[in-house]
């Protein structure tokens, strides 16, 4: 795969699936720049892509902040408007029974899906003035489109399908401008995103009591997604738009 004199936006991309996708644009040529909430996590991903012998850009902002994402949009719009692949990995998987959700909490995941409509129609306004074409990919996720017991998750399934939506809405919307838009839909990951409701010494054991949940008997890693990913940013997808592809370990063929 070839992404040279390509820039990706990657909005989540300081860590997990987006900072991997990041990673394998660079390692392939491209350019990158990373949106994330911590400027720490922004700074190193950018320091590591540079000294991989790439180009990278970090803007730092919390996406459920509106005033942020306005400024995000701006610095998009007058300093990479040139970008023609996109990846929306942002997102936060913290399973909550139904009944214990608070207007706060679930206002989170309603601001989430608002600064990926919004990022993502920055972008795209860029791919249609340069008249290039461009490609767009979705994190969605397994918990999209089935529930799973142990792991109660109704505003993070809703969130993610959303986003699925979105995904099939835009493909047939820009399809006339040879912009490609699809999604993955990962089951259980290994990312640091799990330490918002693992303790970081119980990750390991709380992912190994979940391996079994997929028939090929391991949970994901970031590469793996990220493998996906570049897959449908790349020209070998070029007839490839409007799809949620499931890279869950077989989560979703069903079970043992």
Do not use: C
Request: glycine letters at 10%; aromatic letters at 8%; a negative charge.
């Amino acid at each position: 795969m070839h992404f040279e004199a390509k820039k990706a936006v990657v909005v989540g991309g300081s860590a997990g699936i987006g900072r991997q996708s990041a990673t394998d644009v660079v390692d392939h040529g491209g350019s990158a720049v990373i949106v994330g909430r911590s400027k720490n996590r922004v700074d190193d991903t950018v320091a590591e892509l540079t000294s991989r012998g790439g180009e990278a850009w970090g803007i730092a902002a919390d996406l459920t902040d509106r005033a942020a994402i306005a400024d995000v949009q701006r610095e998009l719009s007058e300093q990479h408007g040139d970008a023609t692949l996109l990846v929306n990995a942002a997102g936060f998987f913290i399973p909550k029974p139904f009944l214990e959700y608070d207007e706060q909490f679930y206002d989170s995941y309603l601001e989430l899906n608002y600064a990926l409509f919004f990022l993502t129609q920055t972008v795209v306004d860029g791919m249609i003035g340069r008249g290039e074409g461009g490609s767009i990919v979705n994190i969605g996720s397994m918990w999209a489109h089935q529930a799973v017991g142990v792991t109660p998750s109704a505003g993070h399934s809703m969130q993610k399908a959303g986003l699925h939506a979105l995904t099939h809405n835009l493909a047939i919307e820009l399809a006339g401008h040879k912009i490609r838009v699809n999604a993955v839909a990962p089951a259980a990951v290994k990312t640091p995103a799990l330490e918002r409701w693992v303790p970081k010494d119980e990750i390991d054991s709380t992912l190994d009591a979940f391996a079994p949940l997929h028939p090929l008997g391991r949970v994901g890693s970031a590469a793996d997604v990220a493998n996906a990913v570049i897959y449908l940013l790349s020209d070998q997808a070029s007839w490839v738009t409007g799809a949620i592809l499931n890279v869950d370990g077989g989560f979703m063929a069903g079970r043992k």
